[in-house]
């Protein structure tokens, strides 16, 4: 049972430290909207967006009022439309014509993002998945609500190379489409290492085809009550320090399974997984950076930081699975520069680098996240650090990501606003050693020998 003061605890943390469900997600598989003919592949895909998520923003509304919760974000996941477009699609501008059809449905709505602009492509590319990749600059350009993602490898198959040097084009080509507005197609796009089929977060989020027809996935955030917590236990010893932390996971996770239940009830649709990420914002006192200096670092960088990540990380994983039974997605703390102002505060002192930020997604939630980079840093490069983030994921186990801004003309030390929850992030560093020979090579990394597990 719940009693009065739990109730009394959870509105503080709504009202004071900036808990919300950050989203509200509806996968949807468009398998059924696949047809030889692209005018009614889109038009299919259309019609059935409006047909099951037509009642999606006003029921998050009408939840987020009825419980006093709020819920930032509606949004929407597809199948990945490499497979969806696979039968129509013959040019790269046809799978645009699809982007524009999902941004289209998006506007009318008024979910904020659709996922699902995707490829998977870990043990190789489809000409269908090819086409998809090269099309991506063009639909980063011409829409405003489409999120791509292309996963380029997994640990049961190892990392498709060709796939990787490709997005390192890619980005690049996204960033020079949208230099006008500071590269921010670039802030849409990710690559991904072991992407789950669930994921409700953008850009990663796309409907699996091990899902069902649809079903409601709930992405719920709470860095600042964490941080606010671990005030009250400053000083005590770890065991404490994880102690608080999973049991405010706990109680986060509890918040965001009322409303994914209530959703699932009120659409009609099958409840799916929560995913419980410390997804922080441009708002103070919602940062990921301020948990970790409360555990005890002065910046995020200083030598400490991956241990202290490393705790947090699985703190919140199990205080998520205490919670429910249906926890998911990628679970855990996420590390974005751009949306963090502790993290933007660590760069400009000095103390976070790439680098650093590197081994720090050996035990974050995902990744490399809104990093921007100089607008002259090579398509080789680019690929680089895609490659050594997905060799983390597939040694480890785990997602890793790359969601990397080369931002057209700006240079180290410069500033790119994005504004809304993507927020403002200082241009990092990148090396100027070249790996382009290392990118050119042809083929597959094959996969760790640990992946044999049959």
């Known amino acids: ?65 009825d419980f006093g919760v709020p819920i930032v974000n509606k949004r929407i996941s597809v199948t990945p439309i490499a497979i969806v477009g696979s039968a129509c699609c013959r040019t790269p501008k046809d799978f645009v014509r699809i982007a524009k059809t999902l941004d289209r449905a998006a506007k009318k709505l008024g979910v904020n993002f659709i996922g699902g602009y995707s490829a998977i492509v870990s043990k190789g590319m489809t000409p269908a998945d090819e086409l998809l990749i090269r099309s991506i600059p063009e639909a980063m350009a011409c829409t405003e609500r489409i999120c791509s993602s292309v996963n380029v490898g997994s640990t049961k198959t190892g990392i498709d190379m060709d796939a990787v040097r490709l997005m390192g084009e890619v980005i690049k080509e996204t960033a020079r489409l949208t230099k006008d507005r500071d590269s921010l197609g670039c802030a849409k796009v990710v690559v991904l290492c072991n992407a789950p089929d669930d994921n409700p977060f953008m850009a990663g989020a796309f409907h699996g085809v091990s899902e069902g027809d649809a079903v409601i996935n709930v992405g719920v955030s709470g860095p600042g009550v964490v941080n606010h917590v671990l005030k009250t236990v400053r000083g005590a010893n770890f065991g404490t320090l994880c102690e608080t932390i999973k049991k405010t996971a706990f109680k986060i996770t509890r918040v965001g399974q009322l409303v994914a239940q209530e959703a699932s009830q009120r659409l009609g649709v099958p409840f799916g997984i929560i995913d419980l990420s410390l997804a922080p914002t441009p708002a103070v006192g919602d940062s990921v950076a301020d948990i970790l200096k409360e555990i005890g670092l002065e910046h995020p960088g200083a030598p400490g ?39 933007i505060d660590a760069v400009n002192a000095g103390a976070l680098t790439i680098e650093k930020l590197e081994a720090m997604t050996c035990v974050c939630s995902v990744g490399l996240d809104m990093i921007a980079v100089p607008g002259d840093t090579t398509a080789s490069t680019v690929s680089g650090i895609i490659a050594d983030e997905a060799a983390i994921g597939m040694i480890n186990q785990k997602t890793t990501a790359v969601r990397i801004i080369p931002v057209e003309s700006k240079k180290v030390g410069e500033t790119v606003e994005f504004g809304g929850l993507l927020g403002y992030a200082p241009v990092m560093e990148v090396s100027k050693f070249s790996c382009e020979a290392m990118i050119a090579r042809k083929g597959r990394i094959p996969a760790p020998i640990h992946s044999f597990k049959n």
Do not use: H, W
């Not at 469900?21 to 005018?39: E, F, H, P, Y």
């Not at 705790?311 to 751009?338: E, R």
């Open 1 to 65: 049972m719940i009693n009065i003061s739990e109730v009394l605890e959870t509105n503080k943390m709504i009202l004071e430290e900036n808990l919300d469900v950050r989203t509200v997600t509806m996968g949807i598989s468009l398998l059924d909207c696949a047809d030889k003919s692209l005018k009614t592949t889109c038009d299919n895909i259309y019609a059935k967006l409006l047909r099951l998520a037509g009642n999606l923003v006003k029921t998050g509304d009408e939840i987020g009022r």
């Open 305 to 343: 930081t991956t241990a202290a990540l490393a705790l947090l990380n699985d703190q919140v994983k199990k205080g998520g699975v205490m919670a429910s039974s249906y926890v998911g997605g990628l679970s855990g703390a996420f590390i974005p520069v751009s949306e963090d102002q502790g993290m």
